[in-house]
């Protein structure tokens, strides 16, 4: 069986699973299953498929490809590490552009809409969602997630693991630090450091009562590995 036709793992069966399906579909790529550690919704289906089991029956495959339709940067984190003898499918849905300069790492995925500008780097199991853009030279490290409608300027830093809310805007040449949140809507102006949250135009660090610093954590604890 040629490369691009073996079928892979999908691993989420909740709504950005649907969208990762989706994209599969219109690539024409084989399906071997999908794959949720939340027992609800074993039996349930997406888009007519339906979610099989858990991610534990990966464990008795022989080097799957598989990839991972999760949003949360952590848990992303915690099954690369979980399964290091899985090969990660990367996919650019066919409405979106990458210039052939930009390079996008194992198992990230861009979805419709997006625009990935000359020598951008997108990191491993990075998210850009739906129509977002990020522009020349910009570099985005592993495990981020570029929510709809973010707009990166040409060469901005993202950290690893970070998660930027839908329609953030950042000003060219900003760095924003690993695990840090921004809020939907905010505009960076400034470098940001790691492992907080900013929300605002134009965006501040917020040190009361954010559920969110949680994620920081959650990422730390996901483990070392690499991507
Ligand atoms: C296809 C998809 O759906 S992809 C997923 C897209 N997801 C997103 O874009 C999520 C973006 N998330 C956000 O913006 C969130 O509001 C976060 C992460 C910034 C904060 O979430 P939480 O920690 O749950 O914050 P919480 O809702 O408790 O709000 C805390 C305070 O921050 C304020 N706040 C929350 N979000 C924002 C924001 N984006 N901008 C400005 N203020 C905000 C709240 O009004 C509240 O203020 P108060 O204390 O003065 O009342």
């Known amino acids: 069986m040629t490369l691009d036709r073996e079928p892979l793992w999908v691993l989420g069966g909740g709504g950005h699973g649907k969208v990762v399906l989706s994209l599969l579909r219109l690539l024409d790529r084989p399906v071997a299953g999908i794959l949720d550690d939340d027992d609800s919704l074993w039996g349930t289906s997406l888009l007519g498929m339906p979610v099989d089991g858990p991610l534990g029956r990966l464990a008795g495959l022989d080097s799957p490809l598989a990839l991972i339709a999760i949003g949360n940067n952590a848990i992303r984190k915690k ?7 899985v090969r990660w499918f990367s996919a650019v849905h066919p409405r979106a552009f990458v210039d052939p300069s930009a390079e996008i790492g194992p198992g990230a995925v861009v979805f419709a809409g997006a625009i990935v500008q000359a020598e951008a780097r997108i990191g491993a199991h990075v998210i850009v969602n739906t129509g977002a853009t990020v522009d020349h030279d910009c570099r985005i490290g592993d495990f981020a997630h570029l929510c709809p409608g973010v707009h990166l300027a040409g060469e901005v830093q993202v950290g690893e693991g970070c ?10 040449g900003r760095s924003i630090g690993s695990q840090t949140v921004v809020g939907a809507g905010a505009a960076v102006v400034t470098d940001l450091p790691e492992a907080v949250t900013a929300v605002g135009v134009p965006a501040r660090v917020r040190r009361d009562a954010f559920r969110r610093e949680r994620t ?3 990422f730390l604890s996901a483990g070392d590995c690499p991507a």
């Open 79 to 85: 099954i690369v590490c979980q399964f290091p003898l």
């Open 163 to 172: 998660l930027l809310g839908t329609g953030t805007s950042v000003i060219p």
């Open 216 to 218: 920081a954590r959650d």
